[in-house]
């Protein structure tokens, strides 16, 4: 059976794992024959520099990714992405100015997630994080935005923005929020009492509360459509 693949940066993983939602990562590896798939930089960032510098704040999520890598359900990605990483950095942190100065949009990790999605020929990512998420999707879209919020208008590194959309075009993001949105339709939340709506809702803003970046106004859109669905 085919499986389908999707690269995980390390703040969905922290959403998941922080709201005590990891199991969907094993609903959808057990039932829907996905592969979740991390390069290096995400496992440092989430697993190993957590326990290696012993940061109480980040344990228990450190402990949880790490048994899903041990389970086989989050894939360390083999190869080396640092290089291909920091040219798309380069490429990233150098596209903004304010004030003269290049802002700094994404990290190694961050970085990394995409080469592997681009070596892989992966589609997905999973990803909370907005500003990436716009950078894929939308970069003039994420200057306005950044315009807005820092009350200054934004210089574009013109031949920046064409080598990274080069690279990362195409590429399709996927919030933790919408998994367990996905994982809803496919009968994760079923209960015997029929509460799973409720279920469903406490899970988004458990997410929401654990750094996804989902409004309440998605919740409740989202929420609204499905009490008008007819069973």
């Known amino acids: 059976?085919?499986?389908?693949?999707?690269?995980?940066?390390?703040?969905?993983?922290?959403?998941?794992?922080?709201?005590?939602?990891?199991r969907l990562l094993y609903?959808?590896?057990?039932?829907?024959?996905?592969?979740?798939?991390?390069?290096?930089?995400?496992?440092?960032?989430?697993?190993?520099?957590?326990?290696?510098?012993?940061?109480?704040?980040?344990?228990?999520?450190?402990?949880?990714?790490?048994?899903?890598?041990?389970?086989?359900?989050?894939?360390?990605a083999q190869g080396d992405y640092s290089v291909a990483g920091k040219r798309l950095m380069n490429y990233a942190n150098n596209l903004f100015y304010l004030k003269g100065k290049p802002l700094m949009l994404i990290q190694q990790g961050e970085a990394e997630m995409l080469a592997l999605s681009r070596s892989s020929q992966v589609e997905y990512l999973l990803m909370d994080e907005r500003t990436t998420r716009m950078l894929i999707?939308?970069?003039?879209?994420?200057?306005?935005?950044?315009?807005?919020?820092?009350?200054?208008?934004?210089?574009?590194?013109?031949?920046?923005?064409?080598?990274?959309?080069?690279?990362?075009?195409?590429?399709?993001?996927?919030?933790?929020?919408?998994?367990?949105?996905?994982a809803f339709e496919k009968g994760y939340f079923d209960v015997s009492d029929n509460r799973k709506n409720e279920m469903l809702e406490a899970a988004l803003y458990k997410m929401k509360y654990s750094g996804c970046s989902i409004s309440f106004d998605d919740i409740k859109s989202y929420m609204d459509s499905v009490a008008n669905k007819v069973v």
Not at 28 to 55: C, S, W
């Open 137 to 182: 999707e939308a970069p003039i879209r994420l200057k306005t935005h950044l315009e807005n919020e820092f009350g200054v208008h934004a210089m574009v590194n013109k031949e920046n923005l064409r080598q990274l959309t080069s690279e990362i075009s195409g590429l399709r993001t996927l919030r933790s929020s919408e998994l367990a949105m996905l």
């Open 1 to 22: 059976m085919k499986t389908h693949d999707i690269v995980c940066d390390s703040g969905s993983l922290i959403t998941l794992t922080s709201s005590c939602l990891d």
């Open 27 to 76: 609903f959808f590896h057990e039932k829907q024959h996905m592969r979740f798939m991390i390069p290096p930089a995400v496992e440092y960032e989430t697993v190993g520099r957590v326990l290696d510098e012993n940061i109480r704040k980040h344990m228990y999520s450190a402990l949880r990714i790490r048994q899903a890598i041990e389970d086989g359900v989050l894939v360390r």
